[in-house]
């Protein structure tokens, strides 16, 4: 099946600091999103990326499909950007898995 | 605008208990449906999904069923716990694959 590695697995910032978060994956895929995991376990849906780049707010992501990466950037980063980041990917037949990375987890110090 | 439910929040089981977990969706109609569980540790694994009433797959084998008794309902079944049952029970929907999954609240289940 595909892999998906994460990196780094943990991240501490100063707020006001950039960040970028790596997915690398190991085959070819038609799904790719970037979630965010707050406090209370939910997880909010940040990009559906399986290629190109999309910006939001602060937050932007640019999934390069054909060298089977994609990076999560963090701009000026607030204490609220704490928590954990999970890239999922979800490959050709796959009938709708994702499979999750191991996560990012980054804190933001005031 | 869609939603999705899970309850309950929290739940505490002994071993051998039956468990329950229900989630429902609003909003939409034949949505993709997902239960994903999250050991402590934070990886996510894909346990069940279902495509329309009554269809299932099962992505991993363990003593957990799913059922899908109505349109935008689903519902994760054991008739005997264990500990390792242990986890954070997380559901999603999506329109269609490849989509957007969106996810639920979860349900932190503790089996003792």
């Known amino acids: 099946g595909i892999q998906v590695e994460q990196s780094p697995p943990d991240l501490i910032l100063q707020e006001g600091a950039n960040s970028t978060l790596r997915c690398n994956f190991s085959?070819?895929?038609?799904?790719l999103q970037w979630f965010h995991q707050n406090p209370w376990g939910q997880l909010i849906n940040l990009f559906y990326?399986?290629?190109g780049t999309k910006q939001n707010g602060r937050l932007s992501a640019t999934t390069v499909a054909t060298e089977r990466y994609s990076l999560l950037y963090i701009s000026s980063s607030q204490t609220t950007d704490s928590g954990v980041y999970f890239c999922?990917?979800?490959?050709?037949?796959?009938?709708?898995?994702?499979?999750f990375g191991q996560g990012t987890e980054l804190s933001v110090k005031p | 605008s869609q939603t999705i439910h899970q309850w309950p929040a929290t739940l505490v089981q002994p071993v051998g208990s039956p468990l329950s977990l229900e989630c429902t969706v609003e909003?939409?109609?034949?949505?993709?449906l997902y239960w994903y569980r999250q050991a402590a540790g934070r990886g996510l694994q894909l346990l069940f999904y279902?495509?329309?009433?009554?269809?299932i797959s099962s992505e991993v084998p363990q003593n957990l069923s799913a059922s899908r008794p109505q349109d935008r309902q689903f519902i994760l079944s054991s008739k005997k716990l264990l500990l390792s049952d242990s986890g954070f029970y997380l559901c999603?929907?999506?329109?269609?694959?490849?989509?957007?999954?969106?996810f639920g609240p979860g349900t932190r289940l503790t089996v003792l």
């Open positions: 085959d070819s895929v038609n799904n």
């Open positions: 909003g939409t109609s034949n949505p993709n």
């Open positions: 999922a990917v979800g490959g050709w037949n796959q009938g709708g898995k994702l499979i």
């Open positions: 279902s495509v329309g009433i009554g269809q």
């Open positions: 990326i399986p290629s």
């Open positions: 999603a929907w999506s329109r269609s694959y490849p989509d957007t999954q969106y």
